[in-house]
Nanobody
Framework: QLQASGGGLVEAGGSLTLNCVAS????????MGWFRQAPGKEREFVAA????????TIATSVKGRFTISRDNAKNTVYLQMNSLRPEDTAVYYC???????????????WGQGTEVTVSS
């Protein structure tokens, strides 16, 4: 089970940190990451660890502003979001898979979403 939290309302230029706590499985043995879905749009990839190592994939749209990190001891993955823009408004979903992923169909497990709203 993946439990995401940390969403909220923030002004443009602000920051938020999302958390995803995994239970029933250890994040060190899975690829972990984040997707988001804006109103009326398809779910899109944001960032993920490639496998259990430290390599990361970051979407071009958030590169330089968002950082993904994890704490294996806490079984938690984080998404630090800086310089937020109104177009970052979306429901953010935590995701996990037994292999590297970047597409929805590659994800094995989904967390419930946490909503992020960025006001202009």
């Amino acid at each position: 089970q993946l439990q995401a939290s940390g969403g909220g309302l923030v002004e443009a230029g602000g920051s938020l940190t999302l958390n995803c706590v995994a239970s029933g499985r250890t994040i060190s043995s899975h690829s972990m990451g984040w997707f988001r879905q804006a109103p009326g749009k398809e779910r899109e990839f944001v960032a993920a660890f490639r496998g259990s190592g430290g390599s990361r994939t970051i979407a071009t749209s958030v590169k330089g502003r968002f950082t993904i990190s994890r704490d294996n001891a806490k079984n938690t993955v984080y998404l630090q979001m800086n310089s937020l823009r109104p177009e970052d408004t979306a429901v953010y979903y935590c995701a996990a898979a037994g292999r590297s992923f970047q597409y929805i169909e590659e994800v094995d497990y989904w967390g419930q979403g946490t909503e992020v709203t960025v006001s202009s």
